[in-house]
């Protein structure tokens, strides 16, 4: 299949670099693509860099200008803060593309796979074909990524009903377009699986609800298309939902490998940041006070230390993001917080304060080694305990667990 494919999205210059994440993870996996870009204010010059890059890759880049619609800046003040005007640019996308079939993509989204099938399919006379919102828990359907029949759209004129019914509406829609989106598409769109619009950003949500199961659902192979949802994304300095190293992948990405049209083997790349470490170890903390920890952190390069916290972290924590060997989990969520204890070889309990007993009785069950300092040890815990002040003794202790 040779023929073109139309995409679109939608941001501001402030939200390049989104943009460019998500338009390399597009090239990655296809070719023929045209990819339009609804913005108002993106300068020429990074058209014309960018789009020499993607035709290289073997697709098309076109600057769409929003100028002339009737999207409203008083829009963006009734809702909530982090969606931006821009979203509603969707609205419009019949007076831009001529296309029968559009896929809308938001920015906070990459694509781990081949798309084809999406453009393919029967939509019937379906308006759009679209996922739940957030697994079936929200309402509707999630309108970051819509496959749009874009003739019926056109046809129907769907952009000035959209545009009246979000004027009417202004001050009664919780999800912005969202909410609009699905009053008026009510019983007239395709559902598709989850998979092709995995609201990985929902962890903290789904956590706070209790939906465990979310947390069950395999993620290996990767979810088609991965949607940073909700005010946690991967480019925020730290945030707690799973799967942010494949923004920071995408965003990496050489365009000379995905021009090379290089066979990526995603999840494999994903694992080589915490190869090569023989041995790592977690301690759970809600206090910024760890005993030591920069002595044990500089002392033992080839050993990756997991930093927990269910609360936000201080600045005193956040500094250790510095060494490389050092991984911050503020904000930890049960699973994630499990898959850790699994994955940990030795429990570190150096944190001052409130003590975690059923998470170092965890270790113990396992048979995993429990290291502690004399004035930060746990009572009723059996731990290896080392003097504070001789604390290099630790440190031999910890490299004779190494091969
Ligand atoms: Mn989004």
């Known amino acids: 299949m040779n023929k073109t494919k139309a995409v679109v999205l939608a941001g501001d210059y402030g939200y390049i670099r989104q943009i460019e994440t998500t338009i390399k993870s597009l090239c990655s996996h296809h070719k023929n693509l045209k990819i339009h870009v609804f913005n108002q204010d993106i300068p020429q010059e990074w058209f014309y860099y960018m789009r ?23 829009w963006e003040a009734a809702n909530f803060p982090h969606i931006n005007y821009m979203a509603y640019a969707r609205y419009f996308i019949p007076d831009y593309v001529e296309a029968d079939r559009v896929l809308y993509l938001d920015c906070d989204i990459v694509v781990t796979r081949n798309l084809d099938n999406l453009f393919e399919m029967d939509l019937d006379d379906y308006y759009v074909a679209t996922t739940r919102a957030t697994y079936g828990t929200g309402i509707g359907f999630n309108s970051g990524m819509m496959v749009l029949n874009n003739k019926r759209w056109r046809e129907d004129n769907m952009s000035q009903k959209l545009v009246e019914l979000t004027d009417r509406e202004l001050y009664n829609i919780p999800e912005g377009d969202q909410t609009i989106l699905n009053m008026m598409f009510e019983g007239k769109k395709l559902e598709l699986e989850d998979t092709y619009n995995f609201q990985i950003g929902f962890d903290m949500g789904a956590a706070l609800d209790g939906h465990d199961w979310i ?13 940073y949802i909700s005010g946690q994304k991967p480019w925020n300095t730290v945030s ?5 190293e494949v ?25 080589r940041r915490n190869e090569g470490y023989q041995c790592q170890l977690l301690t759970l903390t809600n206090s910024d006070q760890l005993e030591r920890i920069e002595e044990l952190v500089t002392a033992l390069p080839e050993c990756l230390f997991h930093i927990a916290a269910y609360t936000l972290m201080s600045d005193r924590l956040l500094e250790l993001m510095s060494y ?5 989990h503020p904000s930890i969520l049960p699973y994630p917080l499990n898959d ?14 409130q003590k975690f007993e059923n998470v170092v009785k965890q270790f113990q069950e396992l048979n ?23 604390y290099q003794e630790m440190i031999e202790r910890i490299k004779s667990n190494l091969n």
């Not at 947390?215 to 949607?227: G, K, N």
């Not at 490389?324 to 911050?328: I, P």
């Open 52 to 74: 020499h890059n993607v035709q290289k890759a073997g697709s098309e880049l076109q600057d769409v200008k929003l100028f002339n619609s009737q999207l409203k800046l008083k």
């Open 215 to 227: 947390f069950e659902i395999p993620l290996s192979p990767l979810p088609a298309i991965l949607h």
């Open 240 to 244: 707690n939902m799973r799967l942010r």
């Open 247 to 271: 923004w920071w992948f995408y965003y990496f990405l050489d365009w000379s490998r995905i021009i090379a049209g290089d066979k990526i083997d995603l999840e494999k790349e994903l694992k």
């Open 324 to 328: 490389e060997n050092v991984r911050l």
């Open 340 to 353: 850790l204890i699994k994955e940990s070889d030795i429990y570190l309990d150096i944190n001052y304060d």
């Open 368 to 390: 995993k080694p429990i290291y502690s300092f004399d004035n930060v040890q746990t009572e009723g815990i059996q731990e290896e305990v080392f003097s504070h002040e001789n």
